[in-house]
């Protein structure tokens, strides 16, 4: 079954490609937890890069000076990278 996946995903690459997209917006809660979830708007990923809308301004600087190591538990999570960057609205 799973080299029929393999297999299947190596031919569609683009629809992986998503999979594995959603699975870095899970991350963002699963990393963070759900207190930043609460603030969390609207998140979405293109271009590899995933674009997150918060409500709260303290919690968007705090998360920028830590947006390298964020954006490398976001990868190690779904186990490749995904994302190259992360833009915080």
């Known amino acids: 079954m799973g080299e029929v996946l393999r297999d299947f995903f190596e031919e569609h690459t683009e629809l992986?490609?998503?999979i594995l997209e959603a699975?870095?917006?899970r991350a963002w809660g699963?990393?963070?937890g759900p207190a930043?979830?609460?603030y969390t708007r609207n998140m979405y990923v293109r271009d590899h890069v995933l674009h997150v809308s918060l409500?709260?301004?303290v919690l968007r600087n705090e998360l920028l000076l830590c947006q390298e190591r964020l954006l490398k538990s976001l990868n190690d999570?779904?186990?490749r990278v995904v994302i190259t960057?992360?833009?915080i609205h």
């Open 36 to 38: 930043i979830m609460r």
């Open 77 to 79: 999570y779904v186990g």
């Open 23 to 25: 699975r870095v917006q």
């Open 85 to 87: 960057r992360i833009a």
């Open 30 to 32: 699963e990393v963070l």
């Open 16 to 18: 992986y490609d998503k």
């Open 55 to 57: 409500t709260s301004s």
